[in-house]
């Protein structure tokens, strides 16, 4: 496990992606803290650079993919990397579905078992 206090700004790292933030980005763990990177995927394996520091977690940038993820594709549009506007478009659309889906349900489970009916 990575120290949190030996982490500094600008720092590279090597980690392995074990999910998905709720807007899309990798989350890479550090110990007792995280790295959100943008443009990994689940189950691969990045380089990443800490570009900032929140009060809980690092933001990072995508430097090197050691190893990539099998459902990683070529995205279809030719502005994918520049634009930013479709953030998962190189994670193949059935590796996408279930993550939307939990998306959708588990908010959906958790107001449902708060709301009392009369």
Do not use: N, Y
């Not at 392995?16 to 189950?43: E, I, M, N, Q, Y």
């Not at 380089?47 to 009060?55: D, I, T």
């Amino acid at each position: 496990m990575r120290d949190d206090l030996a982490l500094t700004m600008g720092q590279r790292l090597e980690g392995c992606v074990t999910g998905l933030s709720h807007d899309g980005r990798g989350v890479v763990p550090l110990g007792a803290t995280v790295a959100f990177v943008t443009g990994a995927l689940p189950g691969e394996r990045v380089q990443l650079r800490l570009v900032h520091r929140s009060r809980r977690h690092w933001h990072g940038a995508l430097e090197e993919l050691l190893a990539a993820a099998p459902d990683r594709c070529r995205p279809p549009c030719i502005l994918a990397e520049s634009c930013g506007g479709c953030s998962l478009q190189h994670w193949e659309v059935a590796s996408q579905r279930p993550w939307k889906r939990q998306k959708v349900v588990r908010p959906s489970s958790a107001l449902a078992t708060s709301v009392t009916w009369t």
